[in-house]
């Protein structure tokens, strides 16, 4: 290995709201990056205008940010080698489509976009498909087909003209994948790409290279999808001279739908019903909101933990990690080659795992918000206390108001399945003898109302069980919660002998 800084790049292009698939490429990159001492880069890849999103950056940036990554080198902290944003870096491509054209690389096209759909419609009539390559250039409308005069003259009037590559038809372009292993790829079944566009932009494989050539990228991890266009960028490397500097290749793998095949899809949020982005975002022109993970209640380190383990696995059974922990860990070696499968299910444990072993002090200041919306009062209320007793129960912080509402309200209604089951005939009766020797407890604790309302109804022989599930319907309104004698100290003796007369005087059998 050579000593080369490690230096990774995200280069997403901002055409919608970051995928959660997106989300890991950066991640893996990002863990990558810290792993190995180096900087993670971004780069915005807007050189498509016609599939420009407004907001659509933003919402990247906002994201990485929200999921714990951060940015060492990108369009709001530029380091040496920027601008960070491609249609920022226009006038740097020209010059490199210009050198591969007299290095004989590249060649100029001059075809219209009409004359190229009617041979693509010409060959669909003959049931084959019309590649622009080896076989062909010599038939289209470019400066290997024509002399040498007339390219000049049309490149003087200013005829639209595209820059495409020359694909070699001899070479066998081979590499070895940092996740992959070997591959290998046949020139010659590859089409002559366009690297620069009538409209003085280049397309995505020459600022790609240029730009992981002049921002110094040691390594390139990115999606499997872009690994046909890997023998491009190798050629394109070797053709501007750039072989020895050259990033290693990590293509990652699909994440797969829930149910196992297929690449999970921006669509499938909404018709699985889970989030696939990770913030909501509300689509510029429809007004659309689609669902977000942070909108949805995760943690952020309970959505990083989740993602870094699709398609990594750190060869251990562990599978709690905090985003330390997975820097220290990371490598590439295991990542594995085949898609990984997305499950809902397990991105709700990874969160309950979060919220449940979460401080409590940190757990009420996620929950204030809810409370102050609620227009409750809690003061006196030891709301850590609250907390830590119920965050075994619930997956998310917004789940925390149904599981904790009878400590800040008495009930206002009765949960009917309950009243049926344990609000037998005597049981008013005796909860009016409970509440006597209940308010007549002086240390207002747990155990001491315990012992009294135990001792009652072991002298009176009533049942434990049936007494304190009558006592539970009538403090909390409902068969749930955490220890009933807790939940009394907690709310007080006044409320407590308030719930137990609103029992005794509403529950209707
Ligand atoms: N702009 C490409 C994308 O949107 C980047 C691919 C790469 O990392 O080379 O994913």
């Given at each position: ?130 590649t622009y390559n080896a076989a062909t250039r010599m038939s289209m409308r470019n400066s290997l087909s024509m002399d040498a005069a007339e390219v000049e ?48 932009m280049p397309t995505y494989h020459l600022a790609n290279v240029v730009d992981d050539y002049l921002m110094n990228i040691s390594h390139v991890i990115r ?55 990770p913030l909501e975002w509300k689509d510029p022109q429809s007004g659309d909101i689609s669902r977000g993970y942070r909108e949805d209640g995760y943690l ?210």
């Amino acid at each position: 290995m050579s000593e080369r800084k490690v230096r990774v790049r995200f280069a997403p292009s901002p055409t919608g709201p970051l995928h959660i698939g997106g989300v890991r490429t950066a991640l893996f990159n990002y863990l990558f990056a810290k792993k190995n001492g180096g900087d993670f880069l971004l780069r915005i890849e807007d050189t498509d205008q016609t599939r420009y999103v407004p907001g659509a950056e933003a919402y990247i940036i906002e994201s990485l940010k929200w999921s714990g990554m951060d940015i060492d080198e990108g369009p709001e902290n530029p380091g040496t080698c920027g601008p960070y944003r491609q249609s920022e870096r226009k006038e740097i491509y020209h010059e490199y489509a210009l050198q591969l054209v007299q290095s004989g690389d590249a060649y100029y096209a001059f075809d219209t976009p009409e004359e190229l759909d009617a041979v693509r419609t010409a060959h669909e009539e003959k049931k084959e498909t019309f590649t622009y390559n080896a076989a062909t250039r010599m038939s289209m409308r470019n400066s290997l087909s024509m002399d040498a005069a007339e390219v000049e003259k049309l490149l003087a009037e200013g005829v639209p003209a595209v820059i495409r590559f020359k694909m070699p038809t001899d070479q066998e372009v081979s590499d070895t994948d940092l996740i992959r292993g070997k591959v290998k790829f046949q020139a010659s079944l590859l089409d002559d790409k366009v690297l620069y566009k009538a409209d003085g932009m280049p397309t995505y494989h020459l600022a790609n290279v240029v730009d992981d050539y002049l921002m110094n990228i040691s390594h390139v991890i990115r999606g499997e999808e872009w690994l046909p266009s890997l023998p491009l960028h190798i050629l394109l490397y070797e053709k501007l001279g750039w072989t020895s500097q050259r990033p290693q290749f990590a293509h990652l793998p699909l994440i797969l739908k829930p149910v196992g095949k297929g690449k999970l899809s921006k669509r499938d949020g909404d018709k699985l019903g889970f989030p696939v982005f990770p913030l909501e975002w509300k689509d510029p022109q429809s007004g659309d909101i689609s669902r977000g993970y942070r909108e949805d209640g995760y943690l952020p380190e309970a959505f990083v933990n989740m993602l870094a383990l699709l398609g990594w696995n750190p060869g251990t059974e562990q599978e709690i990690f905090t985003m330390d922990e997975l820097c220290e860990v990371f490598s590439l070696e295991r990542v594995t080659k085949s898609g990984a499968r997305f499950d809902p299910e397990k991105t709700k444990w990874f969160n309950h795992q979060y919220v449940s072993t979460l401080d409590n002090s940190k757990l009420v200041e996620l929950f204030m918000p809810t409370l102050l919306a609620e227009g409750v009062d809690v003061s006196g209320l030891d709301l850590e206390r609250v907390v830590g007793m119920v965050k075994e129960r619930v997956n998310f912080v917004n789940e925390l108001w149904e599981q904790t509402s009878f400590f800040f309200v008495d009930p206002i209604s009765y949960d009917p399945k309950v009243v049926k089951k344990r609000w037998k005939e005597a049981v008013p009766g005796y909860v009016t003898e409970i509440k006597e020797v209940v308010a007549a407890v002086d240390n207002w604790n747990a155990a001491d109302i315990k012992s009294a309302v135990s001792d009652l109804v072991n002298s009176k022989e009533w049942g434990f069980g049936l007494i304190m599930n009558a006592l539970r319907l009538a403090i909390v309104g409902g068969g749930f919660g955490p220890d009933l004698f807790d939940i009394c100290e907690i709310i007080g003796k006044e409320a407590t002998l308030r719930r137990l007369d609103n029992a005794i005087q509403n529950i209707q059998r």
